[in-house]
């Protein structure tokens, strides 16, 4: 399924944004037991606005792990899952990772020499990442973007000994931010400024209609977007418990 949210702007907030360097940036909420100390990446950034905006995602996913550093501002190397790389040593100061498609009810397993194999597990609900290697990796789920890539939406420390349970959900956290040096598969935290999340999931047509203005902030005032404060825990807004 393709999901889409349409941002309007006035041409007063056009011209405001793109004269003063201004960004779009999206994070994709997901569900997971695990996310303590793990962190939403950003998942797409625009700087182009024109008085309409579209992004559009799908029920396309991703499972990666990865040697990264996992931290806040700290950029999470993913591979597209058409270039798995893995390249692994004792003493080195490189980044490694490996991507796979992947859908609900498949688990997808790390074996110990850091190799993965993708199985379908009629018994979950989620998709499972397993690690059975005896190193720790940053791991998570990536989302296709409507440029035909997938980019991560969460970041969560994968241990040799606890699988990792996370299924996206249909809900999008966006915030209009000035300059910064925020890029798709970055960890943030927090942001300086207000944000939204838009919840498509009870929409007929899995889209959404929202507006922003530079003066008067984000609308309409619905029970499918919400706003939220500037230094609003991000991680526990978009890692989200699954409700049992």
Partial sequence: MKYSVIVEFSCLTVEALNK????LCCFIACESFEGA???PLCWNITTD???SVRISWYDEFIAYYSTSILADRSSIFIPQPIQPIIAFTKKTIAEAATSRRITVKERMIVDRYGLPTVEADESINNVMIQNNSKRPYVAGMGVKNNDESYYGICGLNLYGCCPLGIKPIPTIFIAIVPETTIIPNMAV????QIGVIV?????????????YDINTGWSPNVSWIKQYPAQYNLGKLLIQKPNL
């Fill in 20 to 23: 003063g360097g201004y960004s």
């Fill in 37 to 39: 100390g793990g962190f």
């Fill in 49 to 51: 606005f024109l008085n």
């Fill in 189 to 192: 935290g927090s942001l300086d």
């Fill in 199 to 211: 919840d498509v999931s009870g929409s007929p047509t899995a889209s959404r209609v929202i507006s």
